[in-house]
């Protein structure tokens, strides 16, 4: 190909790389949180808390690299959406670069399409670069280390430094997602290869010996990760999990187009085997078409090994993602290595498998709302918490909010922080009833019409299908107690009791409400409790429990402005004989709660 042509062909490649950028950093900043990425700022972000063997908490939604990225983000520009999502988009470049360096390696320009196309373009693998999730950071910089690894072998005199460039990338890679380990354990197999040449003992042992280091540093986490329960997400079997791939990644669902797709696969690796062995006859060298085809074999290999052997399930579409490159790149890679007479009859068949990835990818583009219908239902816009916040202003004590689902209460929360922090927690329903007593719903009004009757369409979001409702007449309050107080310094009770009362009978199946006001101080960042709710009768079974963080409403406590915030229930149990609420301080940090407030109301109509 002539200088001019690959000048050309460089320029298309970054327009589209740009425009896709783009897209991606408007998505960052307009598309509401999802409860992963919400879960993930308040558990880990939030709190600093992320360091493996120092943090308190175990979750595989700690996705390490991610959260220190996201952290530091965080540190620098505050509670916005694309703040938190900024070290995922930053990677798309390192993405841009990997395939661009990959595919240049193909022999023709429409091969190289082949393979940049369906990169540029699958949306559901592209806006994980868009939220603070450590897929997108690993995936490019998993196919970074590719690129390095290659470069290990063809350039003898810097081959180190492109096996350390080559480890530093895969680190980071598993890091930001362990569903790399096996990958990784690949990739160490791989990089010996470059090393047998002028073989250096020292440097072999060297080398190795810093590669071990992250490896079993990954091993041990992964097992903790296990022994603790947290890898309970995935699929039964290896089909299925195909069968959510292509569904996430074409929207095809149907079974034949699967097995298809399948029988397709199969005959890609076959082809891939015969080719790939024709040329290591000739040299044992690292090359393209080796490394996409072991590294796509031998991760199916390991899940199913893994599975049978550790009881570990087989990967979700989210985990298995890394999997698409690698069959882009199996699949480019083969169709590189035909006879040209097989070349373009082979392509056009390749496309029925790829057009579909494309042309979903540019069917579901937009700016509001995630790809992801599991996502999708998890995202508010912010005007519902806007509305709110706009029409507590004339109120004396903040108006109810409940949601359907905790999935929207973790998204009000962080709303809550970005806008200030100072409106109530957003409950979750305990009780799927049409008489809920709070003032606002946020919910879907196809699964819950019933909701029409007493409330009111405030703002109903299309691209989410998400309503915010508001009671058509708001509840009086009837005084029950107005109110107990107390004051504490330097407390760090794992519980404190806020307040306590025996319950008459003659409030049995009643609506009632409590009403908090705390002033906390606490230099734990951010103080870490519960506002728990507890009905219980006179054996002291708890007949209702309900709860709210603390930690959802503000980054500091400084004493200045209460928490105020309810809990309600919408129909008091038959034998309930006391109600008691209390703050449970989670780490049991030091605190000092100036003054709590506790205000039970009965709940009637007006």
Request: glycine share 4%.
């Amino acid at each position: 190909m002539s200088t001019h042509s690959t000048h050309i062909e460089k320029r298309v490649f970054i327009l589209l790389a740009s425009l896709v950028f783009v897209y991606l950093a408007i998505r960052s900043a307009t598309v509401g949180m999802a409860n992963d990425e919400a879960n993930t700022f308040f558990t880990f972000v939030h709190t600093g808390d992320f360091i493996p063997f120092v943090a308190d908490y175990w979750s595989a939604n700690n996705h390490l690299v991610n959260s220190a990225l996201t952290w530091i983000s965080y540190k620098v520009f505050g509670v916005h959406e694309w703040a938190l999502r900024l070290p995922n988009l930053l990677s798309l470049l390192v993405y841009f670069i990997a395939i661009y360096k990959l595919g240049v390696r193909l022999e023709k320009t429409w091969l190289r399409w082949l393979f940049w196309i369906p990169l540029l373009t699958a949306h559901f693998m592209l806006e994980f670069f868009a939220y603070s999730r450590g897929y997108g950071i690993s995936i490019a910089f998993f196919l970074m280390s590719i690129h390095y690894l290659l470069l290990s072998q063809e350039k003898s005199m810097a081959r180190y430094k492109h096996l350390l460039l080559s480890l530093g990338c895969i680190v980071i890679a598993l890091y930001a997602n362990l569903n790399l380990m096996v990958s990784f354990m690949i990739w160490w197999g791989f990089a010996q290869i470059p090393q047998l040449k002028n073989f250096d003992l020292k440097k072999w042992l060297g080398f190795n010996f810093i590669a071990a280091i992250p490896f079993g540093l990954a091993v041990d986490i992964s097992l903790i990760l296990k022994s603790k329960e947290e890898l309970y997400i995935g699929q039964s079997t290896l089909h299925k999990t195909f069968h959510t791939l292509l569904g996430r990644f074409s929207d095809i669902h149907d079974q034949v187009y699967l097995n298809v797709f399948l029988v397709f696969l199969g005959l890609v690796f076959l082809v891939g085997v015969t080719l790939s062995f024709k040329q290591l006859q000739k040299q044992l060298v690292l090359n393209p078409l080796t490394l996409f085809l072991l590294f796509f074999g031998l991760n199916l290999l390991a899940v199913q090994l893994m599975f049978w052997w550790l009881d570990v399930l087989m990967p979700t579409e989210r985990t298995a993602m890394h999997w698409f490159p690698l069959f882009i790149g199996l699949l480019a890679f083969c169709l590189n290595s035909l006879k040209k007479n097989f070349q373009w009859v082979a392509g056009v068949v390749s496309l029925i498998f790829i057009l579909p990835i494309s042309l979903f990818g540019l069917q579901v583009a937009n700016f509001r709302v995630s790809a992801d219908p599991v996502w999708a239902l998890e995202q508010i816009p912010d005007s519902f918490y806007l509305k709110v916040q706009e029409e507590n202003k004339a109120r004396e004590f903040p108006a109810s909010i409940s949601a359907s689902t905790s999935f929207y209460t973790f998204n009000w929360a962080f709303k809550n922080l970005k806008y200030g922090g100072h409106e109530p927690a957003c409950v979750d329903f305990k009780f799927w009833d049409p008489q809920y007593v709070a003032d606002y719903l946020i919910l879907d009004l196809k699964e819950y019409p019933s909701f029409t009757t007493l409330y009111d369409t405030v703002i109903h979001d299309e691209p989410t299908k998400v309503t915010l409702l508001k009671r058509k007449q708001f509840l009086r309050k009837v005084a029950i107690d107005k109110g107990q107080t107390t004051t504490r310094t330097e407390n760090q009770d794992h519980w404190t009791m806020l307040a306590e009362w025996n319950l008459k009978d003659s409030l049995w199946q009643k609506s009632i409400r409590l009403d908090y006001s705390l002033l906390l101080l606490s230099d734990e960042k951010p103080l870490t409790g519960l506002i728990t709710l507890e009905l219980r009768d006179s054996a002291e079974n708890t007949l209702h429990y309900n709860q709210f963080r603390v930690n959802y409403f503000k980054t500091k406590f400084d004493n200045v402005i209460p928490i105020r915030s309810s809990l309600m229930l919408d129909s008091v149990p038959i034998n309930t004989h006391s109600v008691r609420t209390l703050f449970w301080n989670i780490n049991s940090s030091v605190f000092t709660l100036n003054s709590s407030r506790v205000e039970l109301y009965e709940l009637v109509e007006n």
